[in-house]
């Protein structure tokens, strides 16, 4: 790496630290009414190639002060283990963030979260933009309805689910939230949507050189015959 590539390096880590103690302070919502719990949950840096989207964090992400910590996070761990990639390997050189980086609280109706209001997706709109800006990722993982709508537009999942879109000079692949709450995940033919949206998150894992590659079952065979 020459010295101008060090230079570009150190100024877009600082740009991104910067950014981090910037949304850390944040209290945008607060001052516009919604009742969130301030601290913005995150974590990766700038050498990612991979940024994962999320709705909102949980009350337990704020507690272990990392995304994905609960239930939600270990099926997408799960998942994501489908796709050759083990937790610690993924959190510790990939980028994950949300739609908005507060815990909104609970719903009215006292069972599960708040969905972040549109208002407060608005707020916090221009920090995603500049993440995805700063760490410049070759892919995006989409993960829930909010998620994937602010790549794709205004989708149906089982429209796009199992899918690859290039959006804004970078791959995005969705995926339905991991909730044990998402009825959407209860139908056979959308479990195979996100067996084959895993796939993609493999081979671009593999095309990105982020994976070793993996011989098929039926390469496998063919080698062992011969």
């Not at 709705?55 to 489908?82: I, K, M, T």
């Not at 963030?97 to 599960?112: L, Q």
């Not at 991991?178 to 949507?193: F, V, Y």
Request: aromatic share 6%; with cysteine.
């Amino acid at each position: 790496m020459g010295p101008q590539a060090t230079d570009a390096s150190q100024a877009g880590a600082l740009a991104l630290a910067q950014l981090h103690a910037e949304m850390r302070a944040c209290r945008r919502c607060l001052e516009h009414g919604y009742s969130v719990v301030p601290g913005a949950i995150f974590s990766g840096s700038l050498s990612a190639q991979i940024v994962l989207v999320g709705q909102a964090p949980g009350v337990s992400e704020v507690e272990a002060q990392r995304p994905f910590h609960a239930s939600a996070g270990r099926r997408l761990f799960d998942w994501l283990s489908e796709a050759g990639w083990e937790e610690d390997a993924f959190r510790s050189t990939q980028y994950m963030t949300a739609m908005t980086k507060c815990y909104p609280g609970k719903a009215a109706s006292g069972r599960g979260d708040r969905a972040p209001s549109r208002s407060e997706q608005q707020l916090c709109g221009p920090f995603l933009a500049r993440e995805l800006e700063l760490v410049q990722p070759a892919l995006a993982i989409a993960v829930g309805a909010l998620a994937v709508r602010r790549f794709l537009g205004q989708v149906k999942l089982r429209e796009v689910v199992g899918q690859v879109y290039r959006r804004e000079k970078r791959w995005v692949i969705p995926l339905p939230h991991p909730s044990g709450a998402n009825l959407w995940l209860n139908r056979a033919e959308n479990q195979a949507l996100v067996r084959r949206a895993l796939d993609h998150v493999a081979t671009y894992s593999r095309t990105l050189g982020l994976l070793a590659d993996v011989e098929t079952t039926e390469e496998q065979a063919s080698d062992e015959g011969t």
